[in-house]
């Protein structure tokens, strides 16, 4: 069955950099848009990134364009999250999500997230 | 930017209500909309998309109608399952997310 566990997250300092992993299972990323979603404490939903399912295309909300970067690894079955330049406004709990489809798409697995917290 | 406006932000009601949380686009989305239910500490569950169409598994108490800017989520007969916050999403033009309903015990 389709499974998606996140990891990487932790307490880093502003202007610092982290890297989030998502390991997939159940299917191929290749197969799939997958996004990058995240949530403040006690805060609602934001879309972070999309990487397309041929990996052709990535999509950055403005709030992390140009510090992030959405990437995969086809023989790892894994999504990457590197974010730089980390801000006090960028913590919140990560989570990755598969898109329904290949395009025009909702989210319909999504992985237990992991938290980040941005703090000097 | 497409903006989700979700109402009300918090709704209070009683197992076997029925409830209505509506979502405004600020702008035409056709029917390109989804509803996630979110528990505290847990991962949002995808229950419809393209607006009305039921995702595997979720009950039929769950409906959802709408397109172009206004859409609206319904739960025939809440359930004590049902005690959660609500998301509204457009995925016309990237993804953005509604501000969430939270619908508690009255």
């Known amino acids: 069955q389709v499974q998606l566990v996140e990891s990487g997250g932790g307490v880093v300092q502003p202007g610092r950099s982290l890297r989030l992993s998502c390991a997939a299972s159940g299917f191929s990323v290749t197969n799939y848009g997958m996004h990058w979603v995240r949530q403040a404490p006690g805060k609602g939903l934001e879309w972070v990134a999309v990487i397309s399912y041929d990996g052709g295309n990535k999509f950055y909300a403005d709030s992390v364009k140009g510090r992030f970067t959405i990437s995969r690894d086809i023989s790892k079955n894994t999504l990457y999250l590197q974010m730089n330049i980390l801000r006090p406004e960028d913590t919140a709990v990560y989570f990755c999500?598969?898109?329904?489809?290949?395009?025009?798409?909702?989210?319909?697995?999504w992985g237990q997230g992991t938290l980040v917290t941005v703090s000097s | 930017d497409i903006q989700m406006t979700q109402s009300p932000s918090t709704l209070s009601a009683s197992v076997g209500d029925r409830v209505t949380i509506t979502c405004r686009a600020s702008q035409s989305i056709d029917n390109w909309l989804a509803w996630y239910q979110q528990k505290p500490g847990k991962a949002p569950k995808l229950l419809i998309y393209?607006?009305?169409r039921l995702d595997s598994g979720v009950p039929s108490r769950f409906s959802g109608s709408g397109s172009g800017t206004e859409f609206t989520l319904t739960i025939s007969r809440l359930q004590p399952d049902d005690f959660a916050t609500y998301y509204c999403q457009q995925y016309n033009t990237f993804w953005t997310f509604g501000q969430g309903t939270k619908v508690e015990i009255k």
């Open positions: 999500a598969k898109a329904l489809y290949t395009v025009v798409t909702p989210f319909d697995y």
């Open positions: 393209e607006a009305s």
